[in-house]
DNA sequence: GTCTATATTCAGATAGAC
DNA sequence: GTCTATCTGAATATAGAC
């Protein structure tokens, strides 16, 4: 029984690029009946308007956007593991998916209703909470500076995002090729990694 | 003579809110017009169509974006210092224009032929450029840790930045009302500087 | 289920009166 | 310069044959 790829998989999987490149409002269906390799009609019989079909890949998407994180945090690896492990795990995923963040956060720009029906199956408050704990006790602990915790998870948010937010505009303004914005997204583990821990240290220590 | 604002000035300033929140696939012409207060014909005997309009809206806008760092980066202040104003600069502009930094990235994401339009006048190079050579000195003559400029610049601009572009999923993670987050943002310069400052000093001077 | 052909809707643009 | 009314084209959606 080998597993061929029905229609309707076929279909979203081609929505999915569409939007994600081009966001709801530029994204067409002719394309995505195009990238699909089928004709229009047939979108709209598997799936009613463009609407619903948007609503089934954002669903994935931004559940697929929350990380994986929250396991992490609830491990019980040393705090500056889980540090190190939920930047690693992020940047990897992006590396494989560079236009999800630009998604998810665009569209729920655009359109915060839809954002709301994703805010109940989404753990983004979860993850705040438990790592917002964590931060205050490995300050008490006197393993990290003094360090507001929403601060700090934006700003590891930002380290880690960012880039793949702007790559447009970074390729242009360091001057880089496809190949070459790659690259130094590989080396972006490390240099966020130690980037963040040296932030976090406290003067004399150093915290393994 | 009191300065009278122009038909084609109060026109611009509606196309821009419209175009900032929505994007330019979004946007409606409609929507700019009743903004204006004014009727959809008249659009049209100014800018003859949505592109010239959105075109004239986003070099302004991209011009603005790109920050008067330059200037900072070219001073003779002490290296630390020019961080310091960089930083406060940019989240002071991103504070007064919020969706600033979601429209132009993301309109670079969805029209790469507009951009290159940008290049031209843009000074990102410059700024890149300039503030490697900076990072290098600066290393050089031990005052910081070794890191590479592309890398810290990402860093920099992620952690300004990424609270801007990821305003509404933030507010849902992190329970905030638009108050609450406005002064999540007012605290953010302190956290910002002293967390990059702190990332960047070697282990036992402190550089001022 | 899949297609071609067609209807509908909507947004951008124009004509022409004032 | 500004308006109302209208055209045109494009994009979504449907009808109906196979």
Known sequence: ??????????IVDAARRVFMQKGFAAARMCDIAQ???INQALLHYYFRSKDKLFSIVFEKESINFRSDVLQILNSDLPFFQKLRLMIRKDLEKFRSAPFLPMFV????????????????????DLIFKKF?????QEYKAGNIRKVCPAQLL???MGITMFPYLAEPMIKMSMGLNGEAFEKLMEERE?????????????????AV
């Open 1 to 10: 029984m080998t597993a061929t790829i029905s229609t309707e998989d076929v």
């Open 132 to 136: 917002s704990t964590l931060v205050e």
């Open 35 to 37: 990238t699909a390799g």
């Open 190 to 206: 490390e240099h966020a990694i130690s980037f963040i821990e040296q932030a976090l240290l406290v003067d004399q220590s150093v």
């Open 154 to 156: 934006l700003s590891i």
């Open 105 to 124: 956060l665009n569209e729920m720009h655009n359109n915060p209703e839809r954002m709301m029906h994703i805010a109940s199956t989404s753990q983004h």
